[in-house]
T-cell receptor, first 113, second 113 residues
Framework: DAGVTQSPTHLIKTRGQHVTLRCSPI?????VSWYQQVLGQGPQFIFQ???????GRGNFPDRFSARQFPNYSSELNVNALLLGDSALYLC????????????FGEGSRLTVL | GESVGLHLPTLSVQEGDNSIINCAYS??????FIWYKQESGKGPQFIID?????DKRQGQRVTVLLNKTVKHLSLQIAATQPGDSAVYFC????????????FGQGTILTVHP
């Protein structure tokens, strides 16, 4: 069975550019969450979507946005990239909205130059 | 505010020893506490969780202990193996943060053959 898949796995952008990261949850999972993991730190919550609705938002600026599609896949968008946005962006899925057992993808490594 | 932290950032053990990884938390309203394992280049992997109304839970070679009096969480790994080498994160979920996990900084566990 396919786990959570994310694309792209690695990408390099320059300051001021925009990026779109994609996530496909495990089949049957309706909840998708996004986390940012800066090197040497634990993941930080960005968004949670359940049944295509935003259920939670972390302490991130409005440059960060996301959406969930009818097939439960999700996109994370970041505008006006800053150097500090360089990080591993993790997507996680779970069966229900209250996802204690999150299943994480391997992440998208974003480098902003 | 909510925070989850770790006492020891690194832990080195010999193969076959028992390992104990500690974590302090500050949100008394959290419903669940979870341990994740993250290997290099991979996303976090769920290990075990415990509800706030329990003080001990056992899995295969792992035991999680919760002491709500001092807001302390620990992960015990029995007969540690080289494959256990990874970064271990504690996380909490619940209270008013529906579906959101708050992760600690992480402990690097190195198992020497």
């Amino acid at each position: 069975d396919a786990g959570v898949t994310q694309s792209p796995t690695h990408l390099i952008k320059t300051r001021g550019q925009h990026v779109t990261l994609r996530c496909s949850p495990i089949s049957g999972h309706k909840s998708v969450s996004w986390y940012q993991q800066v090197l040497g730190q634990g993941p930080q919550f960005i968004f949670q979507y359940y049944e295509k609705e935003e259920r939670g938002r972390g302490n991130f600026p409005d440059r960060f946005s996301a959406r969930q599609f009818p097939n439960y896949s999700s996109e994370l968008n970041v505008n006006a990239l800053l150097l500090g946005d360089s990080a591993l962006y993790l997507c996680a899925s779970s069966l229900e909205g209250q996802g204690v057992e999150l299943f994480f993808g391997e992440g998208s490594r974003l480098t902003v130059l | 505010g909510e925070s989850v932290g770790l006492h020891l950032p690194t832990l080195s053990v010999q193969e076959g020893d028992n390992s104990i990884i500690n974590c302090a938390y500050s949100n008394s309203a959290s419903d669940y506490f979870i341990w994740y394992k993250q290997e290099s280049g991979k996303g976090p992997q769920f290990i075990i969780d415990i509800r706030s109304n329990m003080d001990k839970r056992q899995g295969q070679r792992v035991t999680v202990l919760l002491n709500k009096t001092v807001k302390h969480l620990s992960l015990q790994i029995a007969a540690t193996q080289p494959g256990d080498s990874a970064v271990y994160f504690c996380a909490e979920e619940g209270g008013t943060s529906y579906g959101k996990l708050t992760f600690g900084q992480g402990t690097i566990l190195t198992v020497h053959p």
